[in-house]
């Protein structure tokens, strides 16, 4: 009359054991869920029914209790649907309980019958610990890229019922799709000019640099931006946990084999609320875009026209790598550690060359000055972009592939990483002098750049931070950055005119 | 106050009133004295012609009542006392000679500053608020060159090139002064980042206004502001001026009163400088430096030309053609490496090096040079 069975639910990124306790016993005909259902976990009681009976299984005129324990956690989401559904035919006795005591059951069911997929299934794996999952069919790589023995899988509700009891095999799982990883990012040889931008990725890439590009519209911002993430390194195996598992609890599609290894890239909207960028919302708090941009590009075009408490709430996870989202009974630390880059027209009409732009000091001002200030301060570059030339755009045969530029990043990426365990990017300002050592004459030059006030203290610090990449990517095996790192740094980092006032240079 | 009023205070007064404007205000001081005038639009006395007709509109005669009692002459003449501003009506002794014969003279004129600048030689060097960093070099430069030579020198205060012009001016330190003629009230400074260069105009030059102090800066005053300067000019220079912009109307005004326009030209790509080339084009002089603003003048221009002793480094033999590239418009680091053919890091070499030297300037990416050509 009893049956207990493992499941669990998802909060942020992590998937919390749950087991589901149901309880037939006599009495007025009910069915009721305990244990702080949400609202689509309240609601599985009636599609429950209604699997039940489409399946061909009988519901009895009694009294039914699901106990969701933990009893004290608030439990969201339809995964639960299996679970409840096998509980009662175990606790009915249509089942056997040692039948399913060593599974652990995830798992929508409609109306029919069907077994549908949830968000979140890799981490509720995760969760589940020893036992066999049994998940939809849909759900399969998700599942075979975490678990660690076999995953089973069903379509329908029928089909569980018929394995678990020994009527029938358990359903074969779907062939391995044929192994075409996500379509591959665009390359970076479409790219015609832009020497400068094209630069500033790699050395993004290779230093972990937050990158900022200026430009007028039509300049190849966006295009620039999409090709990043082809240059960074595939994910550490940690990583690539880390970003499967956000990408399940998001409900994104994962690639054929399961496992994201590749970078990603994130282009949210600039009209992108709060909480579709940082994650929380509904009491799963599901996780935003910056943590869907883990180990990868996160890519914000019109940096200007975002709302300003939204960007506002981009600087704590840039510094930590992690957003905490708290809510009034539960928190979650979101993973989300990613590389911003941004993009912004010079003023609101677009600009161009000095003397074509249309607005006047007082437009052009108010308009970056909603980009000044904590967050443009972290943008180790800010590269102008300007329409290539005609002759470029028609000139047979771009520059170079992303495959030979994401050679020599991986390879600056080691040398960084053999020095001191970080990218460059991350380097503290007390260990500059330690790990990015500089020449005499590239000191002369920042100096000057100091006294003539066309840098900041803060700037200095990045830009020697630049040079260190830079001289890395150039592979010089002396490990002192030198004065044309130090100059090509500069040019990297250039100055818009409301910096140029001081404001934040 | 005391005593009464003398009789620029109802002048001063009626120039504050609203719905005037420069020919209700001169029909009404030409024909009568100001106290006269003053009880006239205040309608205290009988009015007749042009007056007559305005103050037969009920919305008029209604609005100068009430001003007759906010704008009253010991009110006004209290506040240019406070802000040592003196008031000038068209007919006193001290009323700018150039002025008496223009055909639109400004009845009321407000002045901060020395009257002694209106004796010298005038020029007037105007241009876009949108200047490129050329153009506010080149328009700093005449100022030098012509507060060096002796030469005062007109110009709007406004952002951009006037601005620029009179910088040039205050920084020579010679006998040539600044003479700005604003929009607004002489208290209400605009645009507030000049306040500073205001203040030093007001100093060393002379500020004028035809607006008694508290104006704001109306669009309509700018038009009638760029008369003045016109009118005040023995010479008028567009540095840098788009295909319609508001110096434009300064070069019309000036057209109109057969003061000689000059322009410097500038590049073909450079929107800031199509006005400015167009007035080239329909024959207007070429300036390059202050030297040719001084033999227009027919002054001597042996003793100008370019500053005697450059004090920037000559750069190297191979950051000439990367100055060369950035002087005839402004480029970024890509079209220098292709124009040029380095490669990026000796560019960026290049640029650091010569914006050290100052023979370049940087602003969003793009590079211009500055200063004086290197020859």
New interface residues.
Partial sequence: MLAAIHSATLLGVEGRSVTVEVHVSTGLPAFQIVGLPDEACRESRDRVRAALLSSGLAWPSRRVTVNLAPSSQRKGGSGLDLAIAIGFLVANGDVPSEAVERFGLLGELGLDGSLRPVPGVAPMIAALGGVRPIVPMESHHEARAIAEGEVFVARTLREVVDALTGEAPWPPAPDDEPDIDQPDPPDLVDVR?????R?ALEVAAAGGHHLLL?GPPGSGKTMLAQRLAGLLPPLSPAMALEATMVHSAAGVRLPAVGMIRRAPFRAPHHSSSMVSLVGGGTSSLRPGEISLAHGGVLFLDELGEFAPTVLDGLRQPLEEGVIRVARARVSASLPARFLLVAATN?CPCG?G?????????AARLRYLRRLSGPLLDRFDLR??V?R??V??LLAAGGGETSAVVAARVLAARQRAFERCGLVNAQIPPSHLDLLAPISADARL?LR??LE?E?LTGRGYHRIRRVARTIADLHGDSDEVVL??HV??A??LR????VT?RGQAA | MSTAPPAQAYAAALAGFSLMNVHRLGALLRHHPPEHAFAIASGHAPADGLIGRVLAKPDVRDTWRTCATTHSPERVWQRCHDLGVRVIVYGDPDYPTILLDDPLPPPVLFALGDLAVLEGRRVAIVGTRNATAAGRDVATRLGHGLGASGVHVVSGLARGIDGCAHRGLLGAQGAGRALGVVASGLDVVYPREHLQLWRQVAEHGLLLSEAPPGTSPEAHRFPLRNRIIAAMSELVVVVESREKGGSLITVNEAADRGVPIMAVPGGLHNRSATGSNNLLREGAGAVIDASDVLIALSMDHRRSGPAASDQRARPRRDDIPVYEACAGEPRTIDSIVLAVDVSLAEAAMSLARLEQAGWLGQADGWFEAVGAPLR
Avoid: I, K, T, W
């Avoid at chain 1, 060359?353 to 000091?361: F, I, M, Q, R, W």
């Fill in positions: 000019g832009q020497a400068a931008a630069l200026v010079p600009g060359a000095p003397g074509s732009c249309e607005c006047d000091d590269v102008g300007q290539p030339e002759d470029d030059l000057n750049e003539h066309r004065e044309h100059a090509l500069l040019q250039v100055r818009l005119r140029s």
